[in-house]
């Protein structure tokens, strides 16, 4: 009886937090973590600062897992899109056109999560999730290598350098508001260098 009640307890306390991240997620998207405080969190949330500290021991810890559930839902939609069916090409677009769009439909949260200045907790989740990328990225690859849609070449440096090409662009449009037709010209840039890189003439 003990048990279960302690289980129970520590539901309502896991599920509290995770309301309290989506919340905060939800005020990096209007801000990036600049924007986001334990002060701003508590008052959204409804409870006292030092309830929020009792989920969080500080800011630095709430922005790393505001980053880890914010990015994981980022990195999940592009590692979908890599299992579909279809030839390596066809994923492989698709999943650079819907990182650089989703990344331009949420300006600020994009901002925050790749570029933003952080703290080292948060950054080596940054590094961490880039590897993600990447690793996704490769897998694709490595099958157009094999079904000779690719060049032959190092699928790893190849999934580095597409990653690091995508964010690097998305620099300027993440910093000011982009018209549709310009977004649609950008993204078939990027979808079309990445591609001149890897692909078979």
Not at 39 to 59: C, D, M, N, P
Not at 70 to 79: F, G, L
């Amino acid at each position: 009886m003990v048990y279960r009640a302690t289980e129970k307890t520590k539901a309502r306390k896991e599920a509290k937090r995770l309301a309290l991240i989506e919340q905060a997620v939800a005020q990096i998207q209007l801000g990036g973590f600049n924007h986001l405080t334990m002060e701003s969190l508590a008052q959204a949330a409804g409870i006292a600062v030092g309830t929020v500290y009792k989920y969080f021991e500080s800011k630095a810890a709430l922005c790393q897992e505001v980053f880890i559930l914010a990015t994981e839902k980022e990195v999940s939609i592009i590692a979908d899109i890599a299992k579909e069916k279809g030839s390596a090409r066809l994923r492989l677009e698709k999943a650079i056109v819907t990182f650089s769009r989703r990344a331009m439909h949420a300006q600020k949260q994009a901002y925050a999560l790749i570029f933003e200045p952080v703290h080292p907790n948060v950054e080596r989740e940054r590094l961490k999730y880039r590897a993600a990328y990447a690793v996704i990225f490769e897998q694709v690859i490595q099958e157009g290598i094999i079904n000779k849609e690719f060049v032959d070449q190092s699928s790893s440096l190849a999934a580095t350098a597409i990653v690091g090409i995508i964010a690097e662009v998305l620099i300027r449009p993440l910093s000011q508001p982009i018209a549709e037709e310009r977004e649609a010209e950008l993204l078939d840039q990027i979808r079309q260098f990445c591609l001149r890189a890897i692909v078979v003439k």
